[in-house]
């Protein structure tokens, strides 16, 4: 049996309106009823969870078991070994980076100008290429044609070694045209 003011209530008590309460203790159980500084009881909507700490896992560092809890990425990142986007793009910056972002091929971009293309293909899009050592080439078995001007390739006969060139030799005609040729 509980007091509520001058009535003795044995079973549920109902109120519509304000309820005041004074002398509550203070606890760290959660509750949907709140109570304002002036004793009113109120409804509140908004109710903490029960998260009681944030744990930095794999490459990653900070957290916090109370107030605010801050996670950052490590520089190093030994346990990642798979990232995968449509739209990815990693780099230094907006000027410089590795381009994954067209399906079936990957760029390369210095200082704003993409000057290596990678395709599914086997094709290298290059807008030059400056060799500080060898550059290999092997036999292109492909016929002379105009999706291949400007292909060099070497090739080797029992007697005899080529170096050629497929070069457009008529209005709509193509061949390769040996460069240099050795016979021993």
Known sequence: MKWIGQHIVDLIARFRGDVYLEGLATTTESSVLVVGSDGKVS??????????????????????????????????????DTITSTDLRMGRDS????????????????????????????????????ASKGVRMANDPASASVANVGTQRYRATANDSYVEMCM?????????????????
């Open 95 to 130: 000027h410089n980076f590795v381009d994954f972002r067209t399906d079936n091929q990957i760029g390369f971009t210095v200082s704003e100008s993409q000057l290596i293309t990678f395709k599914a293909s086997g094709e290298i899009v290059a807008g030059s290429l400056d």
């Open 168 to 184: 457009q030799t008529g209005a709509t005609v193509y061949a390769w045209v040996i460069i240099k040729q050795n016979t021993w």
């Open 43 to 80: 409804k509140n909507t908004s109710v903490g969870g029960d998260i009681t700490s944030v744990v930095a896992g794999t490459g990653l560092n900070g957290g916090a078991t109370s107030g605010v809890a801050t996670v950052n990425v490590d520089a190093t990142q030994s346990g990642i």
